[in-house]
């Protein structure tokens, strides 16, 4: 009887190891979402700034009646740019968004407004990114969709495009208003 080396047998254990882990993360519903801790929970802090005419707003805000959004944009964001028209679209059906200026200059802000239009129901600055990092923004554009109670329902890191908001943000923006 041959004694099986040690060497033979843990390069193959090992790969099958590594496979298993592969065809597991494989299996998750979304590789590309971002996961979030506030979906399902209260929304966190929020101090936006004042933003030229705007007073700015705060956590407040979002606990009023009412299914809402929170979007953090830059003027400096590509797919800012390319998420506007949706945000455009959401707003001329009622729906408040509230606007954080994310680590933007505030002439450039404004000019960005003027010429795409402002879809924002309020408008604050967070011109240092510290309310940003308190909501676990990855990057700009990301969107959020708030509850009547001030719940994070959804959360979308990226541009909202008609496939985002068929797949993710109207079915929460129904399940905010209890359709």
């Not at 996961?35 to 399902?40: I, L, N, Y």
Request: include cysteine; charge should be negative; hydrophobic fraction near 45%.
């Amino acid at each position: 009887m041959a004694r099986i080396s040690l060497l033979a047998v843990v390069p193959p254990v090992v790969f099958l190891g590594l496979a298993g882990l592969f065809y597991a993360g494989m299996q998750r519903e979304d590789p590309d979402a971002l996961p979030s801790t506030f979906v399902g929970r209260a929304a966190p802090a929020l101090e936006a700034a004042p933003f030229g005419e705007y007073a700015g707003f705060d956590r407040d805000l979002l606990e009023e009646e009412g299914v809402k959004l929170v979007n953090f944009w830059a003027s400096w964001c590509v797919p800012c740019r390319v998420e506007h028209p949706q945000l455009e679209g959401l707003a001329a059906q009622g729906i408040p968004i509230y606007g954080v200026n994310y680590k933007d200059d505030p002439e450039d802000a404004a000019a960005f407004l003027a010429e795409l239009g402002n879809p924002f129901a309020e408008l604050g600055a967070d011109a240092e990114g510290r309310v940003a990092r308190d909501w676990g923004v990855y990057g700009v554009p990301e969107t959020y969709v708030i509850d009547g109670e001030g719940r994070v329902l959804e959360r979308l890191a990226g541009p909202l495009t008609q496939r985002s908001l068929d797949d993710q943000i109207l079915p929460a923006i129904e399940r905010a208003r209890g359709d």
